[in-house]
């Protein structure tokens, strides 16, 4: 068994995606618009080129997500992404880039289980955890 987060986006999954790859070193694996589908001409011409399912690989991550139409658009709440990383260098380039546009809830930092540790919301809505766990030594 594999669990996989899902994300919804309120229209901009691609970009969304794309900043991921750029972000985290990874590449998107497969994109479907809604313009694609079968017996599409329910779909409003400004939301054919919106993503109906796309998936994002990484190192040790995967992430699936999709456009959601306005009217079934939620908020994203309660679930966050967990990046556990292994520098605390890498944990601020990754700081760096989500919190341009996005929220931080809690500043990046040493904690007493981590040597950095971040909340945050990216400018997608998403939100993250950022974690460096303290070496042993």
């Known amino acids: 068994m594999q669990s996989n987060p899902y994300l ?4 901009d999954c691609a970009e969304a995606f794309g900043f991921y790859a750029e972000v985290l070193g990874g590449k998107i694996d497969d994109v479907l ?11 409003a011409d400004d ?9 994002f690989t990484a190192p040790g991550l995967v992430l699936m ?11 994203p709440q309660g679930v ?11 944990a601020q380039r990754i700081y760096d880039a989500f919190k ?3 929220t931080v809830k809690m500043e990046l ?7 950095r540790f971040a909340m945050l919301v990216d400018r997608f809505g998403i939100r993250w955890i950022i974690n460096c766990g303290k070496s042993e030594g």
Do not use: I, N
């Open 8 to 11: 919804t986006f309120a229209g």
């Open 33 to 43: 618009r809604f313009g694609e589908a079968p017996d599409c001409d329910w779909v």
């Open 47 to 55: 939301w054919r080129d919106k993503v109906m399912h796309s998936m």
């Open 65 to 75: 997500g999709s456009d959601a139409p306005p009217q079934m658009y939620e908020k």
């Open 80 to 90: 966050s992404v967990a990046l556990h990383v292994d520098s605390e260098a890498e």
């Open 100 to 102: 341009q546009g996005g």
């Open 109 to 115: 930092q040493e904690t007493f289980w981590a040597s």
